[in-house]
């Protein structure tokens, strides 16, 4: 019981050392403030907005897809005429790109007209025969069509008139699968802007 008695008054005590005592406060005054609402502002209103005037409407003639527009004064030479500059195919031999003798002046020609007609543009169309890989046949194509586009900027014509593309094997004139076929599809095909 004691010890009861001494944990009691232990208790009082620490509770008694934690309270603390309410202070008094004093209310805060609180004055009245009068505000004063502005004067009504008068309402502007816009003036009116004017009545649109009706433009004279032109009449525009649909433009012309490019690869139909004509390039001014002979924007390409007329197919199926006599000498050089009428054909538009240039044969490679099997397996190589280099342009033969025979087929140089064709080269040699397109390249001159196209130096003489400044705005004319050409697409110089390398292809292939069957034979061959498709990776080989495209990349065969390609070096047949820088080969006929740098004999043709060698002539007159400029690099910038001149397109060059690889069909490989996926184009091709003749669908045989013998040396007669083979030898139309191995070929560089020169197509102008406009025809």
Not at 5 to 27: D, R
Request: hydrophobic share 40%; charged share 25%; net charge neutral.
């Amino acid at each position: 019981m004691r010890n009861n008695l001494i944990l009691t008054a232990l208790a009082t005590a620490v509770l008694a050392a934690c309270s603390s005592t309410p202070t008094k406060t004093e209310p805060v005054k609180v004055e009245e403030v009068k505000v004063q609402t502005p004067a009504p502002v008068a309402k502007v209103t816009p003036p009116p907005v004017p009545a649109p005037v009706a433009a004279p409407v032109e009449k525009i003639a649909p433009a012309k897809p490019l690869d139909e527009a004509k390039v001014e004064n002979g924007g390409f030479p007329p197919k199926g005429v006599a000498g050089a500059l009428g054909q538009r195919t240039i044969y490679y031999a099997f397996d190589t790109f280099s342009v033969s003798d025979e087929y140089k002046p064709v080269a040699e020609a397109h390249g001159g007209f196209l130096g003489k007609h400044a705005k004319a543009k050409a697409t110089v169309q390398g292809n292939c025969d069957e034979r061959g890989s498709r990776e080989y046949n495209l990349a065969l194509g390609m070096r047949r069509a820088e080969a006929a586009k740098s004999l043709m900027t060698l002539s007159g014509a400029s690099a910038e008139q001149i397109e060059a593309v690889s069909f490989g094997k996926e184009k091709p004139v003749d669908a045989g699968h013998d040396d007669a076929a083979w030898a139309k599809n191995r070929r560089v095909d020169i197509v102008y802007q406009g025809e």
